[in-house]
């Protein structure tokens, strides 16, 4: 049995209120937490873009966005926790104390942000870190690392592994905002640089690209590593 941490963008899992994942990714995580201690840190989505976009309108302070993007993943969470049902701890964590605690009951645990100034990636990271983690998974909308962002360079070269060095470089020029977009947040990269922990990142528009890599070991994505010690399957 191996603990996984997961950073479930809310791009993937709720783009958008009417147009969810939810119930594709349910088998997905339940599959995965037959056989691994699984943790899962859910993400804001289109819904805490919309609020963070009104906030801005009205003049309010970055952190005070941020504290409404961290109520907006909290909600989310709860959806996922109540769909789940009984193979999830009940509540949602508010710190990772609270999810290492939660996580005695051998259910999923689900948490959403918990700091302004930074995005569920972070929260990911350290959590990976607390729980001591085998491997920390970023699941957003992309197949892995691009030198560039994929999305706007055609040409942007696509890494199959990198280091947390190169991971540094690449996610170092992003810009850091309430609702600010990369393939992950800074403070994460900073973070799996120190913890050794190897980070798979994978495109999770369909949702079994999250069991087919961990279980299967079938990737299409990237994994940070400093070494080359085979990471998947699990
Ligand atoms: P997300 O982690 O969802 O950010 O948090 P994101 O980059 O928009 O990722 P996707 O789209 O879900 O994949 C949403 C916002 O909530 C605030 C930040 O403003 C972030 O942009 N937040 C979240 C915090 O301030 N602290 C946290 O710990 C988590």
């Known amino acids: 049995m191996k603990t996984i941490v997961i950073s479930l963008g809310g791009s993937i899992l709720i783009p958008e209120l009417n147009n969810n994942r939810i119930q594709a990714y349910l088998p997905v995580l339940e599959t995965i937490a037959a056989q691994h201690r699984l943790f899962v840190v859910v993400g804001g989505g289109g819904g805490a873009r919309d609020y963070i976009g009104v906030a801005r309108d009205l003049g309010i302070d970055e952190g005070t966005a941020d504290e409404i993007g961290i109520l907006v993943t909290r909600l989310n969470a709860t959806l996922l926790i109540a769909a789940l049902g009984d193979s999830a701890y009940p509540k949602v964590a508010e710190s990772h104390s609270e999810a290492k605690k939660f996580a005695e009951s051998k259910k999923i645990v689900v948490m ?11 929260v990911a990271a350290v959590l990976a870190e607390r729980v001591h983690a085998d491997v920390f998974v970023n699941v957003t909308s992309v197949n892995g ?39 992950l947040d800074i403070i994460a990269a900073r973070v799996v640089e120190r913890s050794h922990i190897p980070l798979v990142v994978l495109d999770g528009t369909r949702p079994e690209n999250l069991s087919d890599a961990l279980l299967t070991g079938h990737l299409d994505g990237s994994i940070v590593s400093e070494t080359k010690k085979k990471i998947l399957p699990l």
């Open 112 to 122: 959403g942000g918990i700091t302004p100034g930074q995005t569920t990636d972070a």
């Open 145 to 183: 690392i691009y030198d560039k962002d994929p999305k706007k360079f055609p040409g942007a070269k696509h890494h199959r592994t990198l280091t947390p060095k190169q991971l540094i470089e690449i996610v170092g020029r992003g810009g850091l905002g309430a609702g600010s977009h990369n393939v």
